[in-house]
């Protein structure tokens, strides 16, 4: 079937009980995931079971670039240990039970060890060049460090859609039609060039949906999961892909990456305080003692926790604007609200969560905001 022949979509229901319990299940998961990224490193530091992998390492190489890095491999196998058991629960168990998962778990697994092996090679990187700052540049490391992330950040954005995410899930051009020509005018309406349109092969790991604009410059792209265009009319994804575009067009992505820098910078300056402040305390050598990695995760993961919901806050922001902006672009009010009624639907996204928690945890606004707000708004003059 091309797309063009898909004119009835699937009518898609979502019990509202359903919702609540999944996203009460997920958002449980994820705080005991924060509670773990603390309390896993203070017991391990005061325990002394940093100082004795140190040790350890110590007594396999006098090289302190390998220490750092032997340090690292055998604290990360222990940590996946731990948290293993919360991913494989969080990640499959509970996709499986609500209905959302189409996945075996050999190819769960062999997802999770992908991205696994990814994540640990990008700390390890980070990791290794911010204790060789440390060793170097003791006064001004947290600057550098600093630096070197933010440029790192900038890099994995243009190298998300052309090399991360297709380990992960196939793509393939937009078939020629009125779906392209659609998206394809959009992007020229507003002066933004997109290097091509592609389907995002979700449906064969999920029934959820998913629409983008990945990457900067020449890696720029439109991404619409099969799963959005199976369940939406050609309208709708075009009014769901104004929003995406409105972001560009507002430069969303790079304040939320100013944004990001400055919580970057702050964070590796408290980190460097705390490691003054305390290196005695906690019996360190100095403060590019590899055995104080506990302490500046803890200090991370506390800066990251105080800046959540201000980040959150400023991100909803983005995200209402980018729906006006849509709006006043297209004028498709109804298939914006008949649009967010069926993802919110297809996610098993709660349409109007708690107050609390959507101001701390979410990064959008709530499904029934995002209606309220469309069927409030109208045309420009």
Not at 88 to 93: L, N, T, V
Not at 184 to 196: C, F, K, N, P, Y
Not at 323 to 340: E, K
Request: with cysteine; charged share 15%; net charge negative.
């Amino acid at each position: 079937m091309t797309l063009e022949e898909n004119s009835e979509q699937p009518t898609i229901s979502c019990d509202p009980e359903s919702a609540r319990r999944y996203q009460h299940t997920k958002l449980t998961m994820s705080m005991i995931s924060m509670v773990l990224n603390v309390a896993a490193p203070l017991v391990f530091l005061l325990a002394g079971g940093s100082e004795a992998i140190r040790n350890l390492s110590e007594g396999w190489t006098s090289v302190s670039a390998l220490v750092v890095v032997l340090y690292l491999l055998v604290t990360s196998a222990g940590l996946q240990v731990i948290e293993f058991p919360f991913e494989i629960y969080s990640g499959f168990i509970v996709e499986k039970k609500f209905g959302l998962s189409k996945v075996s778990i050999g190819s769960w697994l062999l997802d999770w060890l992908k991205g696994t092996t990814i994540q640990s090679a990008l700390l390890v990187a980070l990791i290794s060049g911010m204790y060789w700052l440390l060793r170097s540049q003791p006064d001004l490391w947290w600057l550098w460090a600093a630096i070197g992330a933010t440029i790192l950040v900038v890099i994995l954005m243009a190298l998300v859609p052309v090399l991360l995410l297709p380990l992960f899930y196939k793509f393939e051009p937009i078939p020629e039609g009125d779906l392209k020509d659609r998206l394809v005018a959009l992007a020229d309406q507003i002066g933004t060039h997109v290097q091509s349109v592609c389907i995002w092969h979700m449906g064969d790991k999920t029934s959820k949906a998913n629409a983008a604009v990945t990457g900067w410059g020449r890696t720029r792209r439109i991404i619409i999961s099969d799963t959005l265009i199976e369940s939406n009319t050609p309208e709708e994804i075009e009014v769901v892909m104004a929003h995406e575009l409105g972001h560009h067009v507002r430069l969303d992505v790079w304040k939320m990456l100013a944004v990001s820098t400055v919580l970057i910078f702050i964070s590796f300056f408290v980190i460097d305080l705390a490691l003054v402040a305390w290196i005695d305390s906690l019996g360190l050598r100095g403060i590019d003692d590899i055995a104080g990695l506990p302490l500046v995760l803890i200090v991370g993961a506390g800066v990251s926790l105080v800046a959540l919901p201000i980040s959150n806050w400023l991100s909803r922001k983005a995200e209402t604007a980018a729906d006006l902006y849509a709006l006043n672009l297209t004028g498709m009010r109804d298939q914006f609200i008949s649009a967010m009624n069926k993802l919110g639907n297809q996610n098993l996204s709660q349409k109007q969560p708690n107050a609390i928690v959507e101001f701390i945890f979410h990064s959008h606004p709530s499904i029934q905001h995002r209606i309220d707000n469309a069927k409030a708004w109208s045309p420009e003059n």
